[in-house]
């Protein structure tokens, strides 16, 4: 248990809880959809605050690297401007979340939503200085992008109740949360957040 309590300098990033991850979709997370509610709940309570929601999205080209058709390990998905791109229709992102897209060059992988974004940047100059991160896929774009943060000296919270893993081998997902909390991540729940 860790019991936290928003404060300036704090923001929330919500990684790729995107149509192609959810159930149905051309990548499909396992249980991807469980993330919506709980983060939901964050995002809620970060308005409340008045404190910063950022929302990343996988956004390829067509014939990016990481796709079968271009010797990539993945099906396509998230290719920019489609429907299987666009955040799941639930997902009750603020007005004025920033937006953040990664991957969009056919050359290059990026998991992380600092790789190649101005994100890291923007974030110091909002004077950011802790995040809480959630989102799709524990084990790739999650845990990428909580490593990164980490490396840019960020304090990070990472948000158990909603990340969900592909596991394209059994245990992937828990590997990477180990990974993450080992690297200086902070695990919560909304249980442990404190009323304002
Ligand atoms: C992701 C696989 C391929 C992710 C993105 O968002 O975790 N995973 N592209
Ligand atoms: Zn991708």
């Known amino acids: 248990m ?15 809880v995107q149509k192609d991850f959810l159930p149905g979709g051309a990548l499909a997370v396992p249980e991807g959809d469980a993330v919506i509610a709980p983060l939901n709940a964050w995002i809620a309570r970060f308005r409340a605050a008045g404190l910063p929601v950022i929302a990343t ?3 390829h080209p067509p014939n ?3 796709f079968r058709e271009q010797g990539g390990p993945w099906p396509v998905h998230c290719v920019a401007d489609t429907p299987g791109a666009a955040f799941a229709d639930d997902l009750q992102l603020p007005e004025d979340a920033w937006i953040v897209s990664k991957a969009t060059e056919a ?3 990026a998991y992380s939503g600092f790789q190649d974004t101005d994100l890291a940047e923007r974030l110091k100059a909002a004077g950011v200085r802790r995040l809480f991160v959630g989102g799709l896929a524990t084990d790739y774009c999650v845990r990428n992008t909580v490593k ?28 990477a ?3 993450m909390t080992a690297a200086g991540a902070v695990p919560v729940t909304l249980d442990d957040l404190e009323a304002a």
């Not at 860790?2 to 790729?16: C, F, M, Y």
């Open 148 to 175: 990164d943060a980490l490396a840019n000296g960020f304090t990070v919270f990472l948000l158990t109740d909603a990340i969900r893993a592909v596991n394209v081998n059994p245990g992937d997902g828990d590997r």
């Open 57 to 59: 999205r996988d956004w």
């Open 107 to 109: 050359e290059r992988e």
């Open 64 to 66: 990016h690297c990481s």
């Open 2 to 16: 860790n019991t936290v309590r928003l404060q300036p300098g704090d923001a929330l990033i919500v990684v790729d």
């Open 177 to 179: 949360i180990a990974e």
